[in-house]
């Protein structure tokens, strides 16, 4: 289970036009922060030291990246304290979800003439 992607909703649809609303944020950002979590639990172990190194790494490599997603920054930390995850978890349920969330906002905040979602890929 993916906690995060609620608050990923709540950009999406209560303020779309957010710069962290934008899919190449969503995606890029939940499959970066993700990617850090497992390997970091694979690599150093869980602890709270290592939990901290996780998160700082996933938020520079969003901003590196240019897909920040704060929602996203959670990431590392569902993955560590669920002691961990297979290469896998990254295709489903990080880049299933994220994808699905984006289309369903692409039809939903494009229901109306004066619509434009989103600003950038």
């Given at each position: 289970?993916?906690?995060?992607?609620?608050?990923?909703?709540?950009?999406?649809?209560?303020?779309?036009?957010?710069?962290?609303?934008?899919?190449?944020?969503?995606?890029?950002?939940?499959?970066?922060?993700?990617?850090?979590?497992?390997?970091?639990?694979?690599?150093?172990?869980?602890?709270?030291?290592?939990?901290?190194?996780?998160?700082?790494?996933?938020?520079?490599?969003?901003?590196?990246?240019?897909?920040?997603?704060?929602?996203?920054?959670?990431?590392?930390?569902?993955?560590?304290?669920?002691?961990?995850?297979?290469?896998?978890f990254l295709l489903v349920p990080v880049l299933?979800?994220?994808?699905?969330?984006?289309?369903?906002?692409?039809?939903?905040?494009?229901?109306?003439?004066?619509?434009q979602w989103p600003k950038y890929w």
């Amino acid at each position: 289970m993916m906690a995060p992607l609620g608050a990923t909703c709540v950009l999406l649809f209560a303020v779309p036009d957010a710069p962290l609303a934008q899919p190449r944020n969503v995606i890029g950002g939940h499959l970066v922060s993700s990617f850090v979590g497992i390997v970091v639990v694979k690599y150093l172990g869980v602890s709270p030291l290592c939990m901290g190194v996780a998160v700082g790494v996933a938020i520079a490599l969003m901003q590196l990246t240019r897909t920040l997603h704060a929602p996203a920054g959670a990431d590392p930390l569902v993955v560590i304290l669920a002691g961990g995850a297979s290469w896998d978890f990254l295709l489903v349920p990080v880049l299933a979800s994220s994808v699905v969330l984006v289309l369903i906002a692409l039809v939903l905040n494009n229901a109306s003439s004066t619509s434009q979602w989103p600003k950038y890929w």
